[in-house]
């Protein structure tokens, strides 16, 4: 996939040379989350009961370089302790010469073996589609891919006028009604964004449809598009080829020029083999708008099928905020997300997206606490985890709504400004901020705050969810932009929960249940390690209470 030496440079590959780092230079790395060499995803997938992570990677130096980007390849039997194994694939003819960029796996039959199909750059720096097949498909590890000899099996020409620049990351393909093989390529033509379609009965001949799936004016390149099916009666995922009664789709693309995994949920109309978006203006309506998977950073995300348990899993790249000198200083940069298992919520408007099961299984020392009462202006520390490296579930009830900060009309809805404390959010008033101060200093002078305030309108309450890095380190070269959302629950009928993942230099936050996820990077100084805090708060005039709180330290698997 992307290509622009923009993002490539805050992705500076993780060196397998951490004898030359001293430990105390590790301080942010994180612990349980998957850290491969480069972080964008590949074909994740699950085959002969193991699941692969492919994943960028440039062998040759710790930052992204335009030539040889690999594809590292990585196994799990879990999707939380991960094994290395050799590269699948590396640049070796005319057109990967220049580095073999993303793509997708799919699984040609279901009992039936695995291709890809990736992005291949060539001397002049133009982009086609490849196939390769597994050498030896009996070999659950697929550790030897073979290139087609009919490679490229997409590329641009005079008589498609695709773009030879913009054109990459094909996905996950599916099998239409006539039999056809249809897969999706990220383009642009001017500032038009685009997911080109492409058919085929063989996987190696592929024709290129009269129109997009779907294309939007004014978006620019997209990136690693996503297209799959969701279930409106369930939670349980289905194969990317499903289609039927019950069935919705989602169509993702990341927004290039803005960094954004955006989505839109629609309905695919098979007959003209077009994605219909619920929403007309689909990705052209004002960016704040766009639903996206996650409001901090979190971009190039793929899903993949996990037939095992029946669940569509969603895999994403977290990028640093600290600045390039300090990557290179700390020798790697670039996670993944904890991978999170994703379906349609029961109002049929948003996605709902909760951490895969198996990530509890590194939860230990609990602590609990159930019905305490917050005051306004109070906080309470939450001793016995380890607070650098924990998972963290906390509800509240909120009462006395009427005091609720009233929603001023010529505010701008947008979660990020509000959550910023422009338009006098920041006053103390009314329900919230309250929420949890992680990574906090023994002294507060570290900490990020994740938190939620209620507001009222004239016709409803409106539950806004933030996670404020300004204060998280005293190192004010990083990134501190703070994120927000807005959660569609009910307070009036519904506790307000939240869950935070913290790992080191990670905090991964869902709110309302998984209805909203904010991913941020902090770099604390003096929350490190043991000297790291944990507490719940309440900066707001009203009381409210914490139904329950469940903390646990996260034991460290094996990554890699
Ligand atoms: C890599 O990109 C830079 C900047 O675009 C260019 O000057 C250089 O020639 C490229 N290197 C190779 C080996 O293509
Ligand atoms: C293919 O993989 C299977 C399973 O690992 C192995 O038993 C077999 O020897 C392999 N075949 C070849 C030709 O390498
Ligand atoms: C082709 O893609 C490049 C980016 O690689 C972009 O700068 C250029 O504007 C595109 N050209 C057209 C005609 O869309
Ligand atoms: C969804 O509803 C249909 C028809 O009512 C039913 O056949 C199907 O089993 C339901 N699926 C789930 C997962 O509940
Ligand atoms: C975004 O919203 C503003 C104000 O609501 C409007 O003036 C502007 O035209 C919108 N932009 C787009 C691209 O729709
Ligand atoms: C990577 O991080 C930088 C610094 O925070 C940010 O400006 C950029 O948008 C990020 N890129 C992506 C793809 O998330
Ligand atoms: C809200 O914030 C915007 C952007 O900072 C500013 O232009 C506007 O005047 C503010 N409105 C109010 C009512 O504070
Ligand atoms: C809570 O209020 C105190 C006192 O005004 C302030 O120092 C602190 O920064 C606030 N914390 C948050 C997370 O808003």
């Known amino acids: 996939m992307a290509n622009s030496s923009i993002w490539l ?6 060196l397998l040379c951490n004898a030359h780092i001293k430990s105390s230079d590790q301080k942010h790395r994180p612990s349980y989350h998957f850290q491969p060499s480069k972080n964008w995803i590949n074909g994740p997938m699950r085959y002969k009961g193991l699941y692969h992570m492919f994943y960028q990677h440039n062998p040759k130096a710790a930052i992204w370089s335009n030539y040889s980007i690999v594809w590292g390849h990585s196994v799990s039997k879990d999707l939380v302790n991960w094994f290395p194994l050799p590269h699948a694939l590396i640049p070796s003819k005319p057109y990967d010469i220049k580095g073999c960029w993303s793509g997708s796996a799919t699984m040609v039959h279901p009992m039936g073996r695995p291709v890809i199909l990736y992005t291949g750059i060539d001397f002049k720096e133009h982009q086609t589609q490849n196939l390769v097949v597994p ?8 550790r030897e891919w073979v290139k087609s000899p009919k490679n490229p099996v997409m590329e641009p020409s005079n008589a498609n006028k695709i773009n030879a620049t913009s054109f990459r990351d094909p996905t996950t393909a599916w099998l239409g009604h006539d039999n056809l093989w249809r897969v999706l390529v990220g383009s642009q033509e001017g500032d038009r964004g685009m997911a080109l379609l492409f058919l085929s009965k063989d996987f190696v001949n592929w024709v290129q449809a009269k129109h997009p799936l779907h294309s939007a004016k004014r978006t620019g390149m997209w990136e690693c598009p996503d297209f799959f099916p ?5 939670t349980i995922g289905l194969d990317t080829s499903i289609n039927g009664p019950h069935v919705r789709h989602v169509l993702k693309v990341s927004l290039f020029d803005v960094s954004h995994d955006c989505y839109l949920i629609g309905t695919y109309d098979t007959t003209k083999d077009v994605f219909v978006p619920d929403h007309h203006k689909g990705f052209e309506h004002n960016e704040s708008l766009i639903p996206r998977y996650d409001n901090g950073k979190f971009y190039a995300s793929k899903t993949f099928y996990d037939d095992a348990k029946k669940r569509r899993i969603l895999w994403g790249w977290i990028n640093e ?4 000198e300090d990557d290179i200083h700390k020798g790697w940069s670039g996670i993944q997300a904890i991978p999170r298992t994703l379906w349609l919520d029961k109002s049929g408007k948003q996605l709902v997206q909760w951490p895969i099961e198996e990530v509890e299984k590194l939860r230990t020392n ?4 159930h019905s305490k ?14 607070a650098a490296q924990a998972d963290v579930e906390i509800s509240f009830e909120v009462n006395e709504l009427e005091k609720a900060q009233m929603l001023d009309p010529s505010w701008k809805m947008d979660p990020q400004l509000l959550c910023s404390g422009k338009n006098g959010t920041e006053a103390k008033v009314g329900l919230g901020p309250f929420g949890l101060l992680v990574l906090a200093s023994k002294n507060m002078q570290e900490y990020t705050a994740v938190f939620f305030k209620v507001f009222r309108t004239n016709k409803r309450y409106m539950v806004l969810m933030c996670s404020d890095q300004s204060r998280s380190s005293v190192n004010l070269k990083n990134d501190l932009t703070p994120y927000g959302a807005f959660v569609d629950v009910d307070p009036v009928h519904e506790e307000l929960s939240l869950r935070c993942l913290i790992d080191h230099s990670v905090v991964e936050s869902f709110g309302g249940e998984g209805k909203a996820s904010i991913a941020a990077r902090v770099y604390p100084t003096l929350a490190i390690n043991d000297e790291a805090h944990l507490h719940a708060f309440n900066n707001g005039t009203v009381h409210v209470k914490i139904t329950t709180l469940s903390a646990w330290t996260m034991k460290k698997p094996n990554i890699n």
């Open 135 to 142: 050498k030896n498909a009996s070999d659950p590890f697929l």
């Open 230 to 234: 969701v279930l409106t009666n369930g």
């Open 366 to 369: 609990p602590v609990t606490l």
């Open 9 to 14: 440079l805050g992705t500076l590959a993780f």
């Open 373 to 386: 009462i917050l005051k306004a202006g109070t906080l309470l520390e939450v001793s016995g985890v380890t």
């Open 321 to 324: 905020s600290s600045v390039p």
